[in-house]
């Protein structure tokens, strides 16, 4: 049976190189339903329309199994949508989400992140965090700001940055493995 599955990106979005345009090309090619919208002004995005823009592809996204795989700042829009999800997803991954300390303009309407473990259990049956130990978004550390706080199961990718083309991260076959529901963590 097909998934479903839709992928978020970040900041800016995610160009040409980046892990999730891989997977998404890895996966329709499995069979899959993959939406992966450009979500408005990535440059200089709105905290309400990205919420907004991901509910509404979520109405779309029908299937017995539907997945979620955010990087960066749609991981913290994915916890604002936690909090008013009527139909939860299956699986969802969080990949390197950001921080205040960060020290981007651009992110500050998107803080302070109010979603609780509660919030995050009934939006997904199963809910990851991939992070790296040196993430300059996120310099606190994913791992204590938002894995502890949430109930989180962790997969730690030491030095990987911010798990994208920047830190040297391409083609990611472990993510792959995960979104087509292997149980065990991934590494880079």
């Known amino acids: 049976m097909a998934s479903a599955f839709l992928i978020l990106h970040g ?7 980046h892990w999730q345009r891989w997977l998404q090309e ?11 919208p450009d979500l408005p002004d990535p440059d200089t995005p709105d905290p309400d329309t990205w919420r907004r823009e991901v ?15 955010c990087h960066s700042l749609s991981c913290v829009t994915w916890l604002a949508v936690s ?38 259990a009934n939006a997904a049956k199963h809910t990851r ?5 040196n993430d300059p978004y ?18 730690l990718l030491p030095g990987g940055g ?8 391409g083609p990611w076959p472990a993510m792959e493995a995960w979104a087509q529901g292997a149980k065990n963590g991934v590494e880079t």
Do not use: M, W
């Open 11 to 17: 900041l800016s979005g995610s160009g040409p190189g």
């Open 83 to 120: 909090q008013e999800l009527k139909r939860p997803v299956d699986r969802v991954a969080l990949v390197a989400p950001p921080s205040l300390r960060a020290g981007l303009r651009e992110l500050e309407p998107f803080f302070p992140v109010t979603a609780t473990a509660q919030d995050v």
């Open 138 to 155: 996120c310099p606190e550390g994913a791992a204590s700001l938002y894995g502890g706080p949430l109930d989180l199961p962790i997969d």
């Open 26 to 36: 890895r996966l329709t090619q499995d069979g899959h339903k993959v939406r992966f």
């Open 55 to 69: 509910l509404a592809e979520l109405a779309g996204l029908d299937s017995d199994e539907r997945v979620v795989i």
């Open 162 to 169: 911010h798990l994208n083309v920047d830190a040297g991260l």
């Open 129 to 133: 965090l991939f992070c790296s130990d």
